[in-house]
Protein backbone atom coordinates (compact mmCIF):
# COMPACT_ATOMS: atom_id res chain seq x y z
CA UNK A 1 0.00 0.00 0.00
CA UNK A 2 2.79 2.65 0.63
CA UNK A 3 4.82 1.47 -2.05
CA UNK A 4 1.84 2.38 -4.20
CA UNK A 5 1.03 5.66 -2.71
CA UNK A 6 4.64 6.47 -3.28
CA UNK A 7 4.21 5.44 -6.60
CA UNK A 8 1.54 7.37 -7.43
CA UNK A 9 3.67 10.46 -5.19
CA UNK A 10 6.21 9.45 -7.85
CA UNK A 11 4.20 9.98 -10.64
CA UNK A 12 2.75 13.32 -9.45
CA UNK A 13 6.29 14.86 -9.47
CA UNK A 14 6.89 13.15 -12.71
CA UNK A 15 3.89 15.01 -14.63
CA UNK A 16 4.65 18.35 -12.83
CA UNK A 17 8.39 17.68 -13.96
CA UNK A 18 6.60 17.47 -17.72
CA UNK A 19 4.19 20.66 -16.91
CA UNK A 20 7.15 22.48 -15.83
CA UNK A 21 9.64 21.54 -19.12
CA UNK A 22 6.66 21.61 -21.70
CA UNK A 23 5.96 25.13 -20.84
CA UNK A 24 9.59 26.33 -20.63
CA UNK A 25 10.34 24.84 -24.08
CA UNK A 26 7.38 27.09 -25.24
CA UNK A 27 8.21 30.20 -23.77
CA UNK A 28 11.94 30.07 -23.89
CA UNK A 29 12.62 28.37 -27.34
CA UNK A 30 11.83 30.17 -30.77
CA UNK A 31 9.48 28.75 -32.77
CA UNK A 32 11.79 27.47 -35.33
CA UNK A 33 13.45 25.46 -32.79
CA UNK A 34 10.62 24.13 -31.37
CA UNK A 35 8.73 23.12 -35.24
CA UNK A 36 12.60 21.51 -35.88
CA UNK A 37 12.13 19.02 -32.56
CA UNK A 38 8.70 18.29 -33.48
CA UNK A 39 9.51 17.37 -37.45
CA UNK A 40 12.42 15.12 -35.90
CA UNK A 41 10.20 13.11 -33.63
CA UNK A 42 7.38 12.76 -36.33
CA UNK A 43 9.94 11.51 -38.72
CA UNK A 44 11.36 8.77 -36.04
CA UNK A 45 7.87 7.85 -35.26
CA UNK A 46 7.02 7.14 -38.69
CA UNK A 47 10.67 5.64 -39.09
CA UNK A 48 9.88 2.76 -35.86
CA UNK A 49 6.53 2.36 -37.31
CA UNK A 50 5.95 -0.55 -39.71
CA UNK A 51 5.32 0.54 -43.24
CA UNK A 52 1.68 -1.02 -44.35
CA UNK A 53 0.68 -1.04 -48.14
CA UNK A 54 -3.25 -0.97 -48.61
CA UNK A 55 -4.78 -2.43 -52.10
CA UNK A 56 -8.57 -1.25 -52.86
CA UNK A 57 -10.47 -3.83 -54.95
CA UNK A 58 -13.78 -2.06 -56.09
CA UNK A 59 -16.98 -3.95 -57.02
CA UNK A 60 -16.99 -2.46 -60.29
CA UNK A 61 -14.69 -0.65 -62.21
CA UNK A 62 -16.16 2.11 -64.76
CA UNK A 63 -19.57 0.47 -64.83
CA UNK A 64 -17.90 -2.85 -65.03
CA UNK A 65 -18.13 -5.95 -62.69
CA UNK A 66 -14.65 -6.30 -61.65
CA UNK A 67 -13.31 -9.75 -61.86
CA UNK A 68 -10.92 -9.14 -59.20
CA UNK A 69 -13.54 -8.11 -56.91
CA UNK A 70 -15.21 -11.75 -57.64
CA UNK A 71 -12.36 -14.17 -57.29
CA UNK A 72 -11.43 -12.17 -54.05
CA UNK A 73 -14.88 -12.76 -52.55
CA UNK A 74 -15.17 -16.33 -53.19
CA UNK A 75 -11.90 -17.05 -51.88
CA UNK A 76 -12.40 -15.46 -48.89
CA UNK A 77 -15.74 -17.04 -48.39
CA UNK A 78 -13.79 -20.21 -47.96
CA UNK A 79 -11.03 -19.04 -45.74
CA UNK A 80 -13.24 -16.17 -43.44
CA UNK A 81 -15.01 -18.99 -41.06
CA UNK A 82 -11.78 -19.52 -38.70
CA UNK A 83 -10.72 -16.08 -38.82
CA UNK A 84 -14.00 -13.83 -38.70
CA UNK A 85 -15.72 -13.12 -35.38
CA UNK A 86 -19.36 -12.03 -36.95
CA UNK A 87 -20.98 -14.60 -39.97
CA UNK A 88 -23.58 -14.69 -41.99
CA UNK A 89 -24.23 -17.99 -42.76
CA UNK A 90 -26.63 -18.93 -46.46
CA UNK A 91 -26.83 -22.36 -48.47
CA UNK A 92 -27.49 -21.84 -51.85
CA UNK A 93 -31.40 -23.41 -53.18
CA UNK A 94 -30.58 -27.05 -54.18
CA UNK A 95 -27.70 -26.93 -52.50
CA UNK A 96 -26.10 -28.75 -49.65
CA UNK A 97 -22.61 -26.27 -49.25
CA UNK A 98 -23.11 -23.97 -46.68
CA UNK A 99 -21.49 -20.91 -46.81
CA UNK A 100 -20.14 -18.38 -44.40
CA UNK A 101 -19.74 -14.76 -45.51
CA UNK A 102 -18.20 -11.41 -43.64
CA UNK A 103 -20.57 -8.54 -42.79
CA UNK A 104 -19.52 -5.26 -43.40
CA UNK A 105 -16.43 -3.77 -41.74
CA UNK A 106 -14.94 -6.53 -40.84
CA UNK A 107 -11.52 -7.37 -41.16
CA UNK A 108 -9.70 -10.92 -41.24
CA UNK A 109 -6.14 -12.27 -41.15
CA UNK A 110 -4.85 -14.61 -44.03
CA UNK A 111 -1.95 -16.50 -43.54
CA UNK A 112 -0.07 -16.93 -46.82
CA UNK A 113 3.15 -19.41 -46.96
CA UNK A 114 3.41 -20.02 -43.44
CA UNK A 115 3.85 -17.21 -41.88
CA UNK A 116 2.66 -13.94 -44.12
CA UNK A 117 -0.47 -12.27 -42.51
CA UNK A 118 -2.43 -10.31 -45.08
CA UNK A 119 -5.07 -8.16 -43.57
CA UNK A 120 -8.45 -8.17 -45.65
CA UNK A 121 -11.31 -5.85 -44.82
CA UNK A 122 -14.82 -5.62 -46.71
CA UNK A 123 -16.39 -2.49 -46.54
CA UNK A 124 -19.59 -0.81 -47.97
CA UNK A 125 -19.91 2.55 -48.88
CA UNK A 126 -22.73 5.00 -49.82
CA UNK A 127 -21.09 7.58 -52.06
CA UNK A 128 -19.74 5.79 -54.70
CA UNK A 129 -22.09 4.89 -57.83
CA UNK A 130 -22.57 0.79 -58.06
CA UNK A 131 -24.31 -0.65 -61.41
CA UNK A 132 -27.27 -1.08 -60.15
CA UNK A 133 -27.11 0.55 -57.30
CA UNK A 134 -25.68 3.59 -55.52
CA UNK A 135 -23.99 1.69 -52.60
CA UNK A 136 -19.89 0.55 -53.52
CA UNK A 137 -18.70 -2.17 -51.98
CA UNK A 138 -14.76 -2.68 -52.03
CA UNK A 139 -12.06 -4.92 -50.64
CA UNK A 140 -8.82 -3.87 -48.67
CA UNK A 141 -5.69 -5.76 -48.44
CA UNK A 142 -3.23 -4.19 -45.82
CA UNK A 143 0.37 -5.82 -45.57
CA UNK A 144 3.80 -4.63 -44.90
CA UNK A 145 5.99 -3.09 -47.44
CA UNK A 146 8.45 -5.81 -47.89
CA UNK A 147 5.87 -8.01 -49.38
CA UNK A 148 4.51 -5.80 -51.64
CA UNK A 149 6.31 -8.51 -54.33
CA UNK A 150 5.47 -11.70 -52.89
CA UNK A 151 1.47 -9.67 -53.59
CA UNK A 152 2.00 -9.40 -57.07
CA UNK A 153 3.76 -12.75 -58.16
CA UNK A 154 2.68 -15.47 -55.53
CA UNK A 155 -0.34 -14.51 -53.91
CA UNK A 156 -2.84 -12.69 -56.20
CA UNK A 157 -2.41 -15.18 -58.40
CA UNK A 158 -2.60 -18.16 -55.76
CA UNK A 159 -6.10 -16.17 -54.96
CA UNK A 160 -7.61 -16.33 -58.37
CA UNK A 161 -6.64 -19.86 -59.32
CA UNK A 162 -8.31 -20.67 -55.53
CA UNK A 163 -11.65 -18.25 -56.53
CA UNK A 164 -11.47 -20.37 -60.37
CA UNK A 165 -12.58 -23.72 -58.32
CA UNK A 166 -14.12 -22.07 -55.47
CA UNK A 167 -16.71 -20.07 -57.25
CA UNK A 168 -17.34 -23.10 -59.65
CA UNK A 169 -18.48 -25.00 -56.63
CA UNK A 170 -20.33 -22.78 -55.19
CA UNK A 171 -21.73 -20.33 -58.16
CA UNK A 172 -25.44 -21.34 -58.69
CA UNK A 173 -26.96 -19.22 -60.43
CA UNK A 174 -24.71 -16.14 -60.23
CA UNK A 175 -23.09 -17.28 -62.82
CA UNK A 176 -24.37 -13.34 -64.88
CA UNK A 177 -24.36 -10.50 -62.10
CA UNK A 178 -23.62 -10.47 -58.61
CA UNK A 179 -25.76 -7.43 -58.14
CA UNK A 180 -28.17 -8.54 -55.55
CA UNK A 181 -24.92 -9.35 -53.42
CA UNK A 182 -25.14 -5.79 -52.18
CA UNK A 183 -28.34 -5.20 -51.56
CA UNK A 184 -28.69 -6.13 -48.13
CA UNK A 185 -25.45 -4.08 -47.21
CA UNK A 186 -23.98 -7.73 -46.98
CA UNK A 187 -21.67 -9.90 -49.34
CA UNK A 188 -21.91 -13.13 -49.83
CA UNK A 189 -20.02 -15.23 -52.52
CA UNK A 190 -22.92 -17.68 -52.82
CA UNK A 191 -25.25 -14.88 -53.28
CA UNK A 192 -27.81 -16.18 -56.34
CA UNK A 193 -30.37 -14.75 -58.30
CA UNK A 194 -32.07 -15.55 -61.30
CA UNK A 195 -31.25 -13.81 -64.97
CA UNK A 196 -34.09 -12.41 -66.35
CA UNK A 197 -33.41 -13.81 -69.69
CA UNK A 198 -35.93 -16.77 -70.81
CA UNK A 199 -37.54 -18.03 -73.99
CA UNK A 200 -40.05 -15.23 -74.49
CA UNK A 201 -37.07 -12.69 -74.47
CA UNK A 202 -34.70 -14.52 -76.54
CA UNK A 203 -34.84 -13.27 -80.31
CA UNK A 204 -34.54 -16.29 -82.33
CA UNK A 205 -36.19 -18.52 -84.58
CA UNK A 206 -39.49 -19.42 -83.08
CA UNK A 207 -39.34 -23.12 -84.64
CA UNK A 208 -35.57 -23.22 -83.00
CA UNK A 209 -36.93 -22.14 -80.16
CA UNK A 210 -39.51 -24.35 -79.77
CA UNK A 211 -37.49 -27.65 -80.34
CA UNK A 212 -35.32 -26.91 -77.70
CA UNK A 213 -37.94 -26.35 -75.66
CA UNK A 214 -39.52 -29.47 -76.85
CA UNK A 215 -35.54 -31.28 -76.45
CA UNK A 216 -35.19 -29.99 -72.82
CA UNK A 217 -38.45 -31.33 -71.56
CA UNK A 218 -38.47 -34.77 -73.01
CA UNK A 219 -34.71 -34.82 -71.32
CA UNK A 220 -36.63 -34.23 -67.61
CA UNK A 221 -38.93 -36.42 -68.47
CA UNK A 222 -36.77 -39.60 -69.52
CA UNK A 223 -35.51 -40.59 -66.10
CA UNK A 224 -36.44 -44.33 -66.19
CA UNK A 225 -35.04 -44.33 -69.96
CA UNK A 226 -31.41 -43.07 -69.08
CA UNK A 227 -32.15 -45.51 -65.91
CA UNK A 228 -33.31 -48.72 -68.17
CA UNK A 229 -30.61 -48.23 -71.08
CA UNK A 230 -27.99 -47.76 -68.14
CA UNK A 231 -26.96 -44.56 -69.65
CA UNK A 232 -25.99 -40.87 -67.35
CA UNK A 233 -29.66 -38.59 -67.28
CA UNK A 234 -27.43 -36.23 -68.94
CA UNK A 235 -27.24 -33.85 -72.15
CA UNK A 236 -24.70 -32.39 -74.34
CA UNK A 237 -25.60 -28.80 -76.02
CA UNK A 238 -22.80 -26.54 -78.14
CA UNK A 239 -24.08 -23.33 -79.23
CA UNK A 240 -22.16 -21.24 -81.48
CA UNK A 241 -22.09 -18.56 -83.82
CA UNK A 242 -20.71 -15.04 -83.34
CA UNK A 243 -20.40 -12.65 -80.58
CA UNK A 244 -23.38 -10.93 -79.45
CA UNK A 245 -25.89 -13.31 -80.93
CA UNK A 246 -27.31 -14.28 -77.72
CA UNK A 247 -25.48 -18.18 -76.51
CA UNK A 248 -25.57 -16.65 -72.46
CA UNK A 249 -28.70 -15.22 -72.91
CA UNK A 250 -30.17 -18.46 -74.12
CA UNK A 251 -28.22 -20.57 -71.37
CA UNK A 252 -29.71 -18.23 -68.85
CA UNK A 253 -33.04 -18.77 -70.69
CA UNK A 254 -32.89 -22.74 -70.43
CA UNK A 255 -31.66 -22.73 -66.88
CA UNK A 256 -34.86 -20.71 -66.14
CA UNK A 257 -37.04 -23.03 -68.06
CA UNK A 258 -35.85 -25.91 -66.37
CA UNK A 259 -35.30 -24.15 -63.23
CA UNK A 260 -31.97 -25.00 -63.11
CA UNK A 261 -29.22 -23.96 -61.49
CA UNK A 262 -26.10 -23.17 -63.36
CA UNK A 263 -22.26 -23.79 -62.93
CA UNK A 264 -19.70 -21.83 -65.09
CA UNK A 265 -16.98 -23.96 -65.32
CA UNK A 266 -13.69 -22.31 -65.68
CA UNK A 267 -11.44 -24.65 -67.28
CA UNK A 268 -8.65 -22.33 -67.22
CA UNK A 269 -8.49 -22.15 -63.60
CA UNK A 270 -8.65 -25.73 -62.92
CA UNK A 271 -5.03 -27.29 -62.71
CA UNK A 272 -5.82 -31.23 -63.50
CA UNK A 273 -7.70 -33.69 -64.37
CA UNK A 274 -8.57 -35.27 -60.98
CA UNK A 275 -9.30 -31.66 -60.16
CA UNK A 276 -11.60 -31.34 -62.58
CA UNK A 277 -12.98 -34.81 -62.15
CA UNK A 278 -13.88 -33.74 -58.34
CA UNK A 279 -15.63 -30.65 -59.24
CA UNK A 280 -17.91 -32.06 -61.71
CA UNK A 281 -18.87 -34.85 -59.12
CA UNK A 282 -19.41 -32.24 -56.49
CA UNK A 283 -22.24 -30.43 -58.89
CA UNK A 284 -25.54 -30.87 -57.60
CA UNK A 285 -28.43 -32.75 -59.53
CA UNK A 286 -30.46 -30.40 -61.83
CA UNK A 287 -27.98 -27.84 -62.87
CA UNK A 288 -26.27 -26.80 -65.81
CA UNK A 289 -22.70 -27.06 -66.24
CA UNK A 290 -21.20 -24.31 -69.05
CA UNK A 291 -18.17 -24.28 -70.47
CA UNK A 292 -17.99 -20.97 -72.24
CA UNK A 293 -15.40 -19.74 -75.03
CA UNK A 294 -14.62 -23.68 -75.32
CA UNK A 295 -11.89 -23.51 -78.33
CA UNK A 296 -10.30 -20.71 -75.61
CA UNK A 297 -10.40 -22.85 -72.63
CA UNK A 298 -8.34 -25.13 -73.99
CA UNK A 299 -6.48 -26.10 -77.30
CA UNK A 300 -8.92 -29.20 -78.78
CA UNK A 301 -7.37 -29.12 -82.06
CA UNK A 302 -4.18 -30.65 -80.43
CA UNK A 303 -6.10 -34.02 -80.16
CA UNK A 304 -5.06 -35.62 -83.35
CA UNK A 305 -1.24 -35.36 -81.95
CA UNK A 306 -2.10 -36.25 -78.37
CA UNK A 307 -3.89 -38.79 -80.12
CA UNK A 308 -0.77 -40.31 -82.07
CA UNK A 309 1.14 -40.02 -79.32
CA UNK A 310 -1.06 -41.20 -76.87
CA UNK A 311 -3.04 -44.36 -78.63
CA UNK A 312 -6.27 -43.97 -76.26
CA UNK A 313 -7.76 -40.51 -76.15
CA UNK A 314 -10.45 -41.26 -74.02
CA UNK A 315 -7.88 -43.28 -71.07
CA UNK A 316 -7.62 -40.72 -67.95
CA UNK A 317 -5.36 -42.79 -66.38
CA UNK A 318 -2.20 -40.78 -67.31
CA UNK A 319 -2.17 -37.63 -66.21
CA UNK A 320 0.88 -36.38 -68.19
CA UNK A 321 -0.55 -37.54 -71.31
CA UNK A 322 -2.77 -35.14 -73.75
CA UNK A 323 -1.67 -32.07 -71.58
CA UNK A 324 -3.28 -29.76 -73.95
CA UNK A 325 -3.87 -27.15 -70.91
CA UNK A 326 -0.57 -26.54 -70.14
CA UNK A 327 0.12 -23.97 -72.46
CA UNK A 328 -2.47 -22.02 -70.07
CA UNK A 329 -0.72 -23.30 -67.35
CA UNK A 330 -3.54 -25.93 -66.22
CA UNK A 331 -2.94 -29.41 -66.95
CA UNK A 332 -6.47 -30.80 -67.60
CA UNK A 333 -6.39 -32.44 -71.02
CA UNK A 334 -8.58 -33.04 -73.26
CA UNK A 335 -9.02 -36.85 -72.32
CA UNK A 336 -10.20 -35.36 -68.99
CA UNK A 337 -12.87 -32.76 -71.10
CA UNK A 338 -14.15 -35.88 -73.04
CA UNK A 339 -14.79 -37.63 -70.13
CA UNK A 340 -16.49 -35.32 -68.64
CA UNK A 341 -18.36 -34.97 -71.07
CA UNK A 342 -18.87 -39.05 -71.62
CA UNK A 343 -21.12 -39.46 -68.10
CA UNK A 344 -18.05 -39.24 -65.87
CA UNK A 345 -20.91 -38.78 -63.29
CA UNK A 346 -22.95 -41.35 -64.18
CA UNK A 347 -22.77 -42.66 -60.53
CA UNK A 348 -24.13 -39.10 -59.23
CA UNK A 349 -27.10 -39.33 -60.65
CA UNK A 350 -29.60 -36.33 -61.09
CA UNK A 351 -29.87 -34.63 -64.14
CA UNK A 352 -27.25 -32.39 -65.69
CA UNK A 353 -27.12 -30.41 -69.19
CA UNK A 354 -23.70 -29.73 -70.21
CA UNK A 355 -23.25 -26.66 -72.59
CA UNK A 356 -20.37 -25.78 -74.07
CA UNK A 357 -20.21 -22.08 -76.23
CA UNK A 358 -18.17 -21.13 -78.94
CA UNK A 359 -17.58 -18.45 -81.20
CA UNK A 360 -15.32 -20.63 -83.68
CA UNK A 361 -17.10 -23.95 -84.41
CA UNK A 362 -14.63 -24.98 -87.13
CA UNK A 363 -11.54 -24.90 -84.09
CA UNK A 364 -12.98 -27.64 -82.55
CA UNK A 365 -11.93 -31.30 -82.81
CA UNK A 366 -14.85 -33.62 -84.16
CA UNK A 367 -14.53 -36.01 -81.56
CA UNK A 368 -16.07 -33.02 -79.43
CA UNK A 369 -18.77 -32.65 -81.44
CA UNK A 370 -19.89 -36.62 -81.97
CA UNK A 371 -23.63 -37.24 -80.74
CA UNK A 372 -23.73 -38.44 -77.11
CA UNK A 373 -21.16 -35.59 -76.79
CA UNK A 374 -23.13 -32.97 -78.37
CA UNK A 375 -26.24 -34.12 -78.35
CA UNK A 376 -27.94 -30.71 -79.76
CA UNK A 377 -25.64 -28.40 -81.48
CA UNK A 378 -27.22 -24.68 -81.78
CA UNK A 379 -26.12 -22.09 -84.21
CA UNK A 380 -26.91 -18.75 -82.88
CA UNK A 381 -26.62 -15.92 -85.65
CA UNK A 382 -27.40 -12.81 -87.09
CA UNK A 383 -30.88 -11.43 -87.19
CA UNK A 384 -33.30 -12.31 -89.40
CA UNK A 385 -36.89 -10.35 -90.04
CA UNK A 386 -38.64 -13.43 -87.18
CA UNK A 387 -35.92 -12.39 -84.43
CA UNK A 388 -35.86 -8.66 -85.18
CA UNK A 389 -39.78 -8.65 -84.49
CA UNK A 390 -39.25 -10.48 -80.80
CA UNK A 391 -36.78 -7.72 -79.98
CA UNK A 392 -38.96 -4.83 -81.41
CA UNK A 393 -41.98 -6.59 -79.25
CA UNK A 394 -39.46 -6.78 -76.08
CA UNK A 395 -37.90 -3.14 -76.09
CA UNK A 396 -40.00 -1.09 -77.90
CA UNK A 397 -44.01 -2.17 -77.36
CA UNK A 398 -44.77 -2.37 -80.52
CA UNK A 399 -45.99 -5.37 -83.32
CA UNK A 400 -45.60 -3.35 -86.10
CA UNK A 401 -44.45 0.22 -87.56
CA UNK A 402 -44.06 1.24 -91.31
CA UNK A 403 -39.75 1.33 -90.76
CA UNK A 404 -39.82 -2.24 -90.56
CA UNK A 405 -40.50 -2.83 -94.21
CA UNK A 406 -37.10 -0.97 -94.84
CA UNK A 407 -35.68 -3.30 -92.05
CA UNK A 408 -36.69 -6.15 -94.01
CA UNK A 409 -35.25 -5.32 -96.97
CA UNK A 410 -31.82 -4.68 -95.46
CA UNK A 411 -31.65 -7.18 -93.05
CA UNK A 412 -30.56 -9.92 -96.48
CA UNK A 413 -27.83 -7.65 -97.04
CA UNK A 414 -26.17 -6.06 -93.82
CA UNK A 415 -25.10 -8.22 -90.88
CA UNK A 416 -26.72 -7.50 -87.58
CA UNK A 417 -26.17 -9.11 -84.30
CA UNK A 418 -29.17 -8.84 -81.76
CA UNK A 419 -26.94 -7.72 -79.63
CA UNK A 420 -26.11 -4.58 -81.71
CA UNK A 421 -29.72 -4.08 -82.47
CA UNK A 422 -30.71 -4.43 -78.39
CA UNK A 423 -28.38 -1.80 -77.79
CA UNK A 424 -29.22 0.78 -79.80
CA UNK A 425 -33.09 0.14 -78.42
CA UNK A 426 -32.16 0.61 -75.29
CA UNK A 427 -30.96 3.47 -75.99
CA UNK A 428 -33.78 5.38 -77.57
CA UNK A 429 -35.51 5.19 -74.37
CA UNK A 430 -38.84 3.31 -75.70
CA UNK A 431 -39.29 5.42 -78.83
CA UNK A 432 -39.78 3.46 -81.21
CA UNK A 433 -39.52 5.62 -84.42
CA UNK A 434 -36.22 6.87 -82.62
CA UNK A 435 -34.86 3.44 -82.61
CA UNK A 436 -36.02 2.03 -85.72
CA UNK A 437 -34.43 5.30 -87.18
CA UNK A 438 -31.36 4.40 -85.46
CA UNK A 439 -30.77 1.26 -86.89
CA UNK A 440 -31.65 1.90 -90.17
CA UNK A 441 -29.41 4.69 -90.09
CA UNK A 442 -26.98 1.86 -88.95
CA UNK A 443 -27.61 -0.83 -91.40
CA UNK A 444 -27.20 1.74 -94.05
CA UNK A 445 -23.63 2.70 -92.62
CA UNK A 446 -22.48 -0.87 -92.64
CA UNK A 447 -23.68 -1.84 -95.67
CA UNK A 448 -21.33 1.73 -97.51
CA UNK A 449 -18.87 -0.28 -95.47
CA UNK A 450 -19.26 -3.64 -96.70
CA UNK A 451 -19.81 -2.45 -100.44
CA UNK A 452 -16.14 -0.60 -100.06
CA UNK A 453 -14.54 -3.85 -98.42
CA UNK A 454 -16.06 -5.58 -101.12
CA UNK A 455 -15.08 -3.52 -103.81
CA UNK A 456 -11.17 -3.04 -102.23
CA UNK A 457 -11.57 -7.01 -102.45
CA UNK A 458 -12.49 -7.28 -106.24
CA UNK A 459 -9.70 -4.92 -106.98
CA UNK A 460 -7.21 -6.93 -105.30
CA UNK A 461 -8.36 -9.89 -107.22
CA UNK A 462 -8.16 -8.34 -110.05
CA UNK A 463 -5.06 -6.99 -109.61
CA UNK A 464 -3.87 -10.40 -108.37
CA UNK A 465 -5.14 -11.92 -111.34
CA UNK A 466 -3.23 -9.75 -113.35
CA UNK A 467 0.20 -10.54 -111.88
CA UNK A 468 -1.02 -14.30 -112.12
CA UNK A 469 -1.59 -13.72 -116.02
CA UNK A 470 1.37 -12.11 -116.37
CA UNK A 471 3.63 -14.77 -115.08
CA UNK A 472 1.26 -17.59 -116.14
CA UNK A 473 2.42 -15.89 -119.92
CA UNK A 474 5.93 -15.41 -119.06
CA UNK A 475 6.31 -19.11 -117.79
CA UNK A 476 4.72 -20.33 -120.99
CA UNK A 477 6.85 -18.76 -123.20
CA UNK A 478 9.70 -19.74 -121.29
CA UNK A 479 8.35 -23.17 -121.36
CA UNK A 480 7.66 -23.20 -125.16
CA UNK A 481 11.25 -21.66 -125.79
CA UNK A 482 12.83 -24.40 -123.57
CA UNK A 483 10.59 -26.80 -125.20
CA UNK A 484 11.63 -25.46 -128.77
CA UNK A 485 14.95 -26.19 -127.86
CA UNK A 486 14.94 -29.41 -126.13
CA UNK A 487 13.22 -30.80 -129.55
CA UNK A 488 15.21 -28.80 -131.55
CA UNK A 489 18.34 -30.37 -129.79
CA UNK A 490 16.66 -33.62 -129.52
CA UNK A 491 16.03 -34.22 -133.15
CA UNK A 492 19.01 -32.47 -134.37
CA UNK A 493 20.58 -35.46 -132.61
CA UNK A 494 18.67 -38.02 -134.60
CA UNK A 495 18.44 -36.01 -138.13
CA UNK A 496 20.40 -33.21 -138.02
CA UNK A 497 18.58 -29.78 -139.01
CA UNK A 498 15.00 -30.16 -140.23
CA UNK A 499 12.81 -28.45 -142.25
CA UNK A 500 9.09 -28.17 -141.42
CA UNK A 501 6.02 -28.33 -144.22
CA UNK A 502 2.53 -29.15 -143.85
CA UNK A 503 1.15 -31.41 -146.04
CA UNK A 504 -2.36 -30.15 -147.92
CA UNK A 505 -4.55 -31.68 -144.67
CA UNK A 506 -2.83 -29.49 -142.33
CA UNK A 507 -0.95 -32.79 -141.24
CA UNK A 508 2.96 -31.49 -139.92
CA UNK A 509 5.12 -33.62 -141.61
CA UNK A 510 8.69 -33.58 -140.42
CA UNK A 511 11.22 -33.17 -143.87
CA UNK A 512 14.39 -35.30 -143.64
CA UNK A 513 17.85 -34.09 -143.82
CA UNK A 514 18.51 -31.55 -146.24
N1 LIG B 1 -30.82 -13.64 -79.37
C1 LIG B 1 -30.93 -12.63 -78.49
N2 LIG B 1 -32.12 -12.32 -77.97
C2 LIG B 1 -32.27 -11.31 -77.10
N3 LIG B 1 -31.24 -10.55 -76.68
C3 LIG B 1 -30.04 -10.81 -77.16
C4 LIG B 1 -29.81 -11.87 -78.09
N4 LIG B 1 -28.51 -11.90 -78.40
C5 LIG B 1 -27.94 -10.92 -77.72
N5 LIG B 1 -28.84 -10.26 -76.96
C6 LIG B 1 -28.54 -9.11 -76.10
O1 LIG B 1 -27.16 -8.82 -76.19
C7 LIG B 1 -26.50 -9.01 -74.96
C8 LIG B 1 -25.27 -9.86 -75.19
O2 LIG B 1 -25.67 -11.15 -75.60
P1 LIG B 1 -25.00 -12.50 -75.11
O3 LIG B 1 -23.97 -12.22 -74.06
O4 LIG B 1 -26.06 -13.46 -74.76
O5 LIG B 1 -24.27 -12.91 -76.45
P2 LIG B 1 -23.20 -14.05 -76.66
O6 LIG B 1 -23.53 -14.69 -77.96
O7 LIG B 1 -23.12 -14.93 -75.47
O8 LIG B 1 -21.88 -13.20 -76.83
P3 LIG B 1 -20.37 -13.70 -76.57
O9 LIG B 1 -20.04 -14.73 -77.60
O10 LIG B 1 -19.59 -12.42 -76.78
O11 LIG B 1 -20.33 -14.20 -75.17
C9 LIG B 1 -27.49 -9.67 -74.04
O12 LIG B 1 -27.44 -9.13 -72.75
C10 LIG B 1 -28.83 -9.40 -74.65
O13 LIG B 1 -29.36 -8.23 -74.10
Same mark, same amino acid.
Given at each position: ?452 ? +???? %? =???? $? #??? /??? *??? !???? @???? +???? %? =???? $? #??? /??? *??? !???? @? ?10
Amino acid at each position: MINLLLDWKSMGSLFATLMFIRTAVRDFLPPEVIQVVQHFFVNIFSYLQPKMVSIQIQEFENGYNNDIFDSVQCYLSDNCFYSAQHLKLSRLKNSTNLSYTMIPNQSIQDIFNNGINFKWSFHVTDSGKGYTNTKMCYFQLSFHSKYKQIVHTSYLPHIMSQAGIIKFKNRGKKLYSNQNVNLNGNWSAVAYFTHPSTFDTIAMDPILKQEIKDDLKKFINRREYYNRVGRAWKRGYLLYGPPGTGKTSLIAAIANFLEFDIYDLELTAVKTNSQLKKLLISTTSKSVIVVEDIDCSLDLSNRKNTNKSNGNINSNTNQSTGDIGSTFGSSVSLSGVLNFVDGLWSSCGGERLIIFTTNHKEKLDPALLRPGRMDKQINLSYCDMESFKILVKNYLKIEEHEIMKEVEKMLGLVKMTPADVAEFFMSCDEDAEMGLKNVVKEMKKRLILQSQK +EEKK %E =EMKK $E #EKG /EED *EDE !EKNE @EEDE +EKNE %E =EDDS $E #EEE /EYG *EYV !ESED @EEGVRICGGII
